[in-house]
């Protein structure tokens, strides 16, 4: 894994990069700008959720076609026909 490190020495503050094992219990490092020691930081991770399925597209699907759901029943509206009543999908 990656893990940021900041220099701790506030004339520095470097911040850089390191792959080390999840299982490295170490949570310091030397800085390379000034030999100083720095510190892991929290960071977020680097993994992307991709493909169907996860909460972001399927929400986004869902709103897009109740966009266009909406769009439809105005345009029918619109036309002096019937709007038809809609289902939703449980």
Same mark, same amino acid.
């Given at each position: ?9 506030? $004339? ?5 990069? %390191?792959?080390?094992?999840? #299982? ?7 800085? =390379?700008?000034?030999?100083? $020691?720095?510190?892991?930081? /929290? ?5 992307? %959720? ?7 597209? #399927? %929400? ?7 966009? $266009? ?12 026909? #019937? =709007? /038809? =009543? %809609?289902?939703?999908?449980?």
């Amino acid at each position: 894994m990656r893990y940021d490190y900041k220099c701790t020495n506030e $004339v520095c503050a470097h911040i850089f990069e %390191l792959i080390q094992r999840i #299982t490295d219990t170490n949570t310091q490092s030397q800085c =390379p700008n000034c030999d100083a $020691v720095a510190t892991r930081q /929290i960071s977020a991770p680097e993994f992307i %959720l991709k493909g169907e399925g996860w909460p972001g597209k #399927t %929400l986004k699907r869902m709103e897009e076609k109740d966009r $266009v759901e909406q769009k439809y029943q105005e345009y029918l509206a619109k036309e002096g026909q #019937t =709007p /038809i =009543p %809609l289902k939703k999908e449980e």
